[in-house]
């Protein structure tokens, strides 16, 4: 079928909206975060709990799958889903991020980027066209083209160059589609808005499903990560969806919503639980910390989830100090239950007109106040 | 209430029985597996999947536990069922086999062992009534007593000189319990099957609700181990539960029941199933073989578990080499399975009396006839 998004409500405060996205594998209402799942699992985590948790759609790595195990095998069991055995939507990132992040020795060269494996040194090269026949092996239902991630510091004339060529990839990418699955495509720019606007005014001409800030996020400081999404998202194309890639916490959500993101993915409520840190509604807690060595109370008192049902910080801490991966089950389902709940709790709040009464309260409380 | 165990059928043609024992927490039909909880958790699985999987009883390390988080918690919570959310029963071990393979520096005295802890260096003084008063705080169900375990191979006059002061050791666990919490004597006297019965027949006279054999499996060969079990499982008391600590295989299972075996524990399920090593109807299987790369079929395509419903040897082997924690997860949980499920088939085969059949085209299959 033909990927679709539709608006439910815009809130009438801010960009922020509803919506329904409609893919091959069902339907996904925005806003919407992804968890994360780079090797077809998102760690620590079985699909049936993903679908207990409220997740909608998850994020596959295509660089890591590329490399490992590998697309003969993904293409054998046709497509990540039934390779991981989750039967939901899945979005595939294009690799870029991964080779500008990841990779060694890369050249980026006019028609893709070379580079070296992490995992084994081997020598590969992306196209536009190659990493788009990848995903349509993944088979995930939106795909995302081939850009290039300028890191942070980057001089302006290095932005501009790489920016105009990842949007001539984009047209690439789009040409080279040949199933129904979702193309979106990838707006640079780094922290120059004139960039970011001709980025986002290029791409958005093109046959897009919907459209990405990439390159946020990267280590800037977040105060200029927030003026450039603040001055970027609302130029997004109305009509499509708006995903902010990478991104982030609590607070990064709720700011990226009022600016009008449909979408957002990042690892950190499964890697920050792993690293013993729990998101809570009065902000995020160390498990480590000695104060939770007696203590009889859940992670955070008012979360309903498995783990706060059930456990204490005492025991959770207990089990991190004892690096058990009961740990990192425990911290890593309630930090995902949190994330969703509080998308569910933004959608809840813009159908119901309070979404920046929602914002405001909710940061006061996870800031201590 | 007062531990109970009552003797359900006894097999014909061999030493085989089941029965039922009644405790604090709850009833176990017998032959049982404990799967091994050693830190207050039974390593990659909740509570919930041990009651899915049929674990009717588990056990916890009263080393580990007295060690990390130490007993002002445990006692806090009032034991380990509340800490860790398991409601069934709980065996402990005395610590005494982890302070003779983990500590260091351990002197044995009159009265008890001196050791220093794995974790920290710290001294420490164990002695018959203390363990006991651990295993209270944490509540178990089914106490051990504290032994002495002797490496093998040991001199002879070693061997009774420590297994002598465990008996001795024995009568004082007894003196000291203050609960209705069952009591077990452990029964060492090493390869010396003179020293083995003289053991088991001062243990026997004992208030004991049950006989355990120690110091076996403990790096001596496998056919050792078997004639040392078969000489000396048939010497225990009839009436009373027959516990074969640490053992161990399938093969292992099967013999001990065939002497009369009642209740076993190992961490093979779990350790080689986080090692990458799957236990199934035609033997053991390491999923990091490369022939398993492209497998589409299930770990044992004759399992009904969640694990074989749902993933394929090629997706376990992906993880497993990505370091995936859910490789532990779907690898454990199988293999806890396999052993729950072999003993659900041995009770039955039992009842039906026709266990020595049973236990025949068991091995045959798992041996690859």
Redesign the interface.
């Known amino acids: 079928m033909k990927f679709k998004f539709e608006i439910l409500k815009k809130d009438k405060n801010s960009y922020a909206r509803t919506g329904k996205m409609y893919t091959n594998h069902g339907k996904v209402e925005t806003p919407i975060f992804m968890p994360v799942g780079t090797?077809?699992?998102v760690?620590?985590?079985?699909?049936e709990e993903l679908e207990e948790l409220g997740a909608q759609i998850i994020l596959n790595n295509t660089y890591?799958l590329y490399m490992?195990?590998g697309m003969?095998?993904i293409s054998?069991?046709g497509g990540t889903q039934k390779?991981?055995?989750w039967n939901k939507p899945i979005l595939t990132d294009s690799g870029g991020f991964q080779v500008f992040s990841l990779a060694a020795l890369r050249k980026i060269k006019e028609d893709g980027v070379e580079f070296n494996s992490h995992i084994d040194g081997s020598k590969h090269f992306f196209t536009p066209e190659k990493v788009i026949g990848i995903q349509e092996t993944i088979n995930s239902d939106i795909m995302m083209m081939l850009d290039i991630c300028p890191p942070y510091p980057s001089e302006k004339k290095y932005v501009e160059k790489v920016t105009k060529l990842s949007n001539k990839w984009g047209a690439l990418a789009l040409k080279a589609r040949k199933s129904d699955n979702a193309l979106f495509g990838i707006a640079q720019g780094g922290m120059y808005k004139d960039l970011r606007k001709m980025a986002i005014e290029e791409l958005s001409a093109m046959d897009f499903d919907g459209i990405a800030l990439g390159g946020l996020s990267v280590g800037e400081p977040n105060d200029l990560m927030y003026e450039m999404l603040e001055y970027t998202a609302p130029l997004l194309p109305i009509d499509k969806p708006h995903y902010l890639m990478g991104v982030g916490t609590p607070e990064d959500l709720l700011i990226g919503v009022k600016n009008g993101i449909d979408m957002f993915d990042c690892v950190i409520p499964t890697r920050n639980g792993r690293n013993g840190m729990a998101f809570t509604s009065r902000g995020t807690i160390s498990i480590k910390n000695k104060q939770y060595?007696?203590d009889?109370s859940p992670l955070d008192d008012q979360c309903q989830c498995y783990t706060c049902r059930?456990?204490?910080k005492?025991?959770i801490?207990?089990?991190f100090?004892?690096k058990?991966?009961?740990a990192?089950?425990l911290l890593s389902y309630h930090n995902l239950y949190f994330f969703l709940k509080l998308m569910e709790k933004i959608r809840a709040s813009i159908a119901e007109d309070r979404f920046l009464e929602f914002k405001k309260s909710f940061l006061i409380k996870y800031n201590g106040g």
């Open positions: 090797n077809a699992t760690k620590a985590i079985t699909p890591h490992r195990p003969d095998i054998k069991f390779f991981m055995n060595t007696e009889m059930n456990y204490s005492a025991y801490r207990h089990l100090k004892a058990e991966i009961l990192a089950r």
